[in-house]
T-cell receptor, first 111, second 114 residues
């Protein structure tokens, strides 16, 4: 039973355009969400997080949106750059419990 | 600028052998987490340790797997009598505080069981 889902295994975007990565969750107790980026042969790198008391958090080119009623969050990257090509993992936790990760979405930014 | 270090990066074992994976957290971090990633899947939590204590091992298989984080030295994830299904990438992460904090990941150890 996957509590965190990333239904798009892969996504291709043109350089300079917006990348939108989606994540859905089933556990209504989740109250903290993170996005990690992973390059091949490296560990995941923290990108951005959001608490359930907010619906948006922005950091430079990265913005995370949270829709609690839909149990959905998304990561927007704008403008997309070739260096953003990586696998992006969504993760969630409930009340300080351990993070549950989604299966990841592979983003390819085409020059 | 020493981040989380894991060694070995690649480990090959035959069925029935033991695998020992090491993790040195970021200097000053006393919280360590181990995750396993199977092909085409996300990271699955295994165990959360603080110095000398196992806080949460709810994701750890009940048999053959053990973890420790001694007062001195790295954290060790030990897999006894490995089977083919143990082949995966094992990632260690550390954080300065409790679970909610951002976790810093190591590069992972890729275990292959022949």
């Amino acid at each position: 039973d996957q509590q965190v889902k990333q239904n798009s295994p892969s996504l291709s975007v043109q350089e300079g355009r917006i990348s939108i990565l989606n994540c859905d969750y089933t556990n209504s107790m989740f109250d903290y969400f993170l996005w990690y980026k992973k390059y091949p042969a490296e560990g995941p790198t923290f990108l951005i997080s959001i608490s359930s008391i907010k619906d948006k958090n922005e950091d430079g080119r990265f913005t995370v949106f949270l829709n609690k009623s839909a149990k959905h969050l998304s990561l927007h990257i704008v403008p997309s750059q070739p260096g953003d090509s990586a696998v992006y993992f969504c993760a969630a936790s409930a009340s300080g419990q351990n993070f549950v990760f989604g299966p990841g979405t592979r983003l390819s930014v085409l020059p | 600028n020493a981040g989380v270090m894991q060694n070995p990066r690649h480990l090959v074992r035959r069925r029935g052998q033991e695998a020992r994976l090491r993790c040195s957290p970021v200097k000053g971090h006393s919280h360590v987490y181990w995750y396993r990633q199977l092909p085409e899947e996300g990271l699955k939590f295994m165990v959360y340790l603080q110095k000398e204590n196992i806080i949460d091992e709810s994701g750890m298989p009940k048999e053959r797997f053990s973890a420790e984080f001694p007062k001195e030295g790295p954290s060790i994830l030990r897999i006894q009598q490995v089977v083919r299904g143990d082949s995966a990438a094992y990632f260690c992460a550390s954080s300065p505080g409790q679970r909610r904090n951002e976790q810093f990941f190591g590069p992972g150890t890729r275990l292959t069981v022949l």
